[in-house]
Each structure stands twice: as C-alpha cells, then as structure tokens.
C-alpha cells in the first residue's frame, strides 16, 4: 500500500497547479490515474522503463497487452511514429483531439514494454481538457491503459478508479463523469487497408465519411486466428454475475425476460436487467428485479455513457445473473455491443 493522493478537478476550467504537481509526479516517474473523454487512463511517461512496467503490475495486466501513448499535439505523432502515412494525417487532423487510436510503426526509442514487443505503436490525442492541460504540462508522451484493475469495467467515474486503485498509484484525479463512456476505437494503419481492432467513439461511418465509403474494415472482416488487438482476447468488462446477452425483436425479448422474472421470483434470486427505457414498461417493479436503464434505444449515446457504470453497479446491489438486450450497432451502439459481448464471454444469445 502507498499513500494515494486524491484531487478533485473541475472538468471544464482544470486547475493548473494541482495538474503541475500531477505532471511533477508523472515526470519524476509516479502513476497519475486521470480522466479522458472516454474512460479514465491510468499514465506513466513512457520513458520511464521501471513505471511504465508498474502499470502492468498494479493493474494484474498480461505482459503481452501493449498500452497507448497518450500525446497533446501533432508534433509528437513524429517522436513515436515511424513513418506517418498520408491517412494517419488526415485522420488526426479530422479527428484529434478526440476518441482515436492509430497503430503506426514504432520509433526506436520507444521502451519494448509500451508495445509489448510488437513494432508498432498506438498514439492518441486525447480531448478531455484535464487530459489536455496534464499532458501538455508533463510535456512527455504518456502511457495509459483504461485505470481499472484487468479483467473489471473500465472506469468511468472518478470513484470507480477510486474503488481499484487507492493504494496503488501516487495520485488519483477525479473530473466526475467522462463523457463518451466507452474506449477509444483503435485503427490499425500498417496493413494495406484501415482496419478497426476495437469499435469506439469515431464510428466506422465516421472513418469512412473522410477515407471513403467501404475503405475500412472492420474487425470480423479480417481473416486471421492471432488476435489484433492483443488486448481483446481477454475476457473484459466483466462484472461478477454472469451475463446473458440476448439479440432479437423486442417482442420476443420481452416474453423470454417475462420468464426469467418469474423463474427469479420463486428461487427469491436477485437478477439485473439491462434494457432501454423502451423495455421498462416490460419489466415489472419486484424485489427480486433490478432494471439498469441504458437510455433511449433511439440515442446510443446514452447506453455508452452509462454501459460502465450499470456493470460496476451490478456487483454492487449483488444480482447473481444479468440480462442484456443487444444494442442496435448503429453509431457509438457498436461499440456498446461489442463490450457487452466480451462481458458475456463472446456469446450473443438469439431470442425468438
Ligand atoms: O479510450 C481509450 O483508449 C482509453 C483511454 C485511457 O485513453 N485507453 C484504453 O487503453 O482503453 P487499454 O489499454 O485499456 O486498451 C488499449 C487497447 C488494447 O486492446 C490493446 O491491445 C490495444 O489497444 N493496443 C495497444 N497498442 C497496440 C498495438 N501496437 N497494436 C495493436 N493493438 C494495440
Ligand atoms: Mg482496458
């Protein structure tokens, strides 16, 4: 255990002097947890060997899980990158700062930990402007996987970093609630065609309105059996009870919850149910039922935002089993799909 300082920051005009001294420890090679607009990343400079390897120990991660380096101008892009190809600059003008990660070839420089070996490297410019004023005042590219403990949802709220890491990092910056709520998407620019390791806040539809219609893939176009992102093998996201991940009409879903409900309801079991606002109406109030509203099916923005939290939530009110209805994969909605489907260990069950 080390002592843990906690700072609360406001979000929209972040004080100065308390990030100089976050950036004093992150320069002198402590760990800083703090807010971006998607989850909270917990930062090491990168060229600090022996802090950039404490994150993988504090956070129980697997060694061959390579972090992003977190930058907060375009000049830096240059320091980690080997070559940047004509699309890595028209990506990041459109899109920096903002919920994109590049894989590009790496600098030599760059320590072996940060990528795990791999030659290539994945930058992002956050814009979460406590991001932006932290990176700019340590001046260093910055390493920073999501700051939860492996294996848990990625923290959206200052608290749930709270909850993973007091006592293991020297400073924890609380700025509330992130914003877009799920991870940045991760675009892989070293094969001949963009292609998306991990869907996130910059959309498909959004690549390909700058790249040009069908110019990226996506992740199950890719005919490979190594994992890409070696990140996304693991099982993820995963709160304690085990996840029911059901595809179908919302008709169908409703009669199959309706016999859930009553199978809880005599074993006096507690379920949770993760649904839309749509589906409330479908869901009886009982003791034994607790529904996590994901907001308006019509607005994937809302169940991003919240995704983390309601599976964190879950643990907390203590269901034993949970059952998610499948966003629709449309916009942000693909990505909330894709990390309820890791939470529900890479089954979708479809409801008749
Ligand atoms: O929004 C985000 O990206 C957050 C905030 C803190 O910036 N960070 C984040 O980091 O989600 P992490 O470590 O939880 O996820 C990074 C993902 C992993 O799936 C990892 O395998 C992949 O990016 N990744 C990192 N470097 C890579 C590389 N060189 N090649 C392929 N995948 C890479
Ligand atoms: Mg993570």
Request: aromatic share 6%; charged share 25%; glycine share 10%.
């Amino acid at each position: 255990m080390i002592k843990t300082e906690i700072i609360r920051v406001n979000p929209e005009a972040p004080d100065g002097e308390a990030l100089a001294q976050a950036a004093a420890i992150l320069r002198q090679g402590g760990l800083v947890a703090f807010p971006t607009e998607t989850v909270y990343g917990l930062g090491a400079v990168i060229y600090n060997r022996t802090s950039v390897q404490k994150i993988f120990t504090v956070k129980g991660r697997p060694g061959d899980n390579p972090l992003i380096v977190h930058i907060y101008r375009e000049e830096q892009l240059h320091e980690l990158a080997r070559e940047t190809s004509a699309t890595a600059l028209i990506l990041a003008r459109r899109f920096w700062p903002g919920p994109l990660t590049m894989i590009l070839p790496k600098k030599e420089g760059i320590p072996a930990e940060v990528s795990a070996g791999l030659p290539t490297v994945a930058v992002r410019w956050p814009s979460h402007p406590v991001a932006r004023e932290l990176l700019r005042q340590t001046d260093r590219p910055v390493a920073a996987p999501s700051a939860n403990l492996s294996g848990r949802p990625s923290p959206t709220r200052g608290s749930h970093v709270i909850a993973d890491l007091d006592g293991k990092v020297e400073m924890i910056i609380d700025a509330g609630p992130t914003g877009v709520g799920v991870e940045s998407t991760v675009l892989d620019l070293t094969s001949a065609r963009p292609r998306i390791l991990r869907p996130g806040g910059v959309t498909r539809e959004m690549l390909e309105a700058v790249l040009g219609e069908g110019s990226v893939d996506a992740p199950e176009q890719v005919k490979t059996d190594r994992p890409l992102a070696p990140g996304m093998k693991y099982r993820h996201y995963a709160p304690q009870a085990p996840i029911h991940f059901m595809a179908g009409a919302p008709a169908s879903i409703h009669r199959f919850l309706q016999g859930r409900i009553e199978e809880a309801r005599q074993a006096g079991k507690k379920i949770g149910i993760l649904a839309y606002d749509e589906d409330r109406s479908a869901v009886p109030s009982l003791p034994e039922v607790e529904f996590l509203s994901l907001g308006r099916r019509t607005n994937p923005a809302e169940g991003a935002e919240r995704l983390f939290h309601l599976l964190r939530l879950c643990d907390q009110v203590g269901v034993e089993e949970i059952y998610a209805v499948a966003p629709p994969r449309t916009g942000v909605g693909e990505a909330v799909y894709n990390r309820l489907f890791k939470a529900a260990g890479g089954k979708v069950e479809e409801i008749k």
